[in-house]
């Protein structure tokens, strides 16, 4: 089955600095890479997805990018503010079953 | 929008007992999961459920059940509490169709005491 990895687990930027988080993945043959934001208290909510046959997306100030070679995708976030502050957290679908495996999160914080 | 509701944000319970968590959906969803979350380990996924009166085991089913009698409405049942199930538990939801997005309830914190 599907095996997530994500690094860093805790991040620290400076208000308008960009962040980098990084994910890996097992299953060659996933195809879905959704990228989930939780703010304290509140639920995981989806802010972004790939899916394979694409090797870029972008959003505003979010962006995810794939490469399927290496099995690893990762998320940018530029001009980061305050309220980006929460935990991420990457996923990827499991090829044999309707289940998303995720990683372990990232709590990311904004310096002011 | 989307709305996925769990019966309790807050729960107390006490070694031994049965406990329910129930989790509703209004979207006509197939596809429903319950997730534990705990501190550095992520979303682990308990088990989930494609169909009325299917179930299918997650990576971490151990002392929990489902029941998905109705379509909308999926519970997680822990059988015998124990503390070590003492964690966030949280629902979600998806179309049936290929690589959509999990819709995901605001949680139920539980204590097994």
């Known amino acids: 089955g599907e095996n997530v990895e994500q690094h860093p687990s805790t991040l620290s930027v400076q208000e308008g600095d960009s962040a980098v988080i990084k994910c890996t993945y097992s299953d060659s043959a996933s195809n879905y890479f959704p990228w989930y934001k939780q703010e304290l208290g509140k639920r995981p909510q989806l802010i972004i997805d790939i899916r394979s046959n694409v090797g870029e997306k972008k959003d505003q100030r979010i962006a995810v990018t794939l490469n399927k070679t290496a099995k690893h995708f990762s998320l940018h976030i530029t001009e980061t503010q305050p309220e980006d502050s929460a935990v991420y957290f990457c996923?990827?679908?499991?090829?044999?079953?309707?289940?998303?495996?995720f990683g372990s999160g990232t709590r990311l914080s904004i310096r002011p | 929008d989307v709305k996925v509701t769990q019966s309790s944000r807050y729960l107390v319970k006490r070694t031994g007992e049965k406990v329910f968590l129930e989790c509703v959906q209004d979207m006509d969803h197939e596809n429903m999961f319950w997730y534990r979350q705990d501190p550095g380990l992520g979303l682990r996924l308990i088990y989930f459920?494609?169909?009325?009166?299917?179930?299918e085991k997650g990576d971490i089913p151990e002392g929990y059940s489902v029941s998905r009698e109705k379509k909308e409405r999926f519970s997680l049942i822990l059988e015998s509490a124990s503390t070590n199930q003492t964690s966030m538990y949280l629902c979600?939801?998806?179309?049936?169709?290929?690589?959509?997005?999990?819709?995901f309830g605001d949680g139920t914190r539980l204590s097994i005491l």
């Open positions: 979600a939801s998806s179309l049936q169709v290929l690589n959509q997005p999990q819709h």
């Open positions: 459920s494609y169909d009325v009166k299917m179930k």
């Open positions: 996923a990827a679908r499991d090829s044999s079953a309707s289940k998303i495996i």
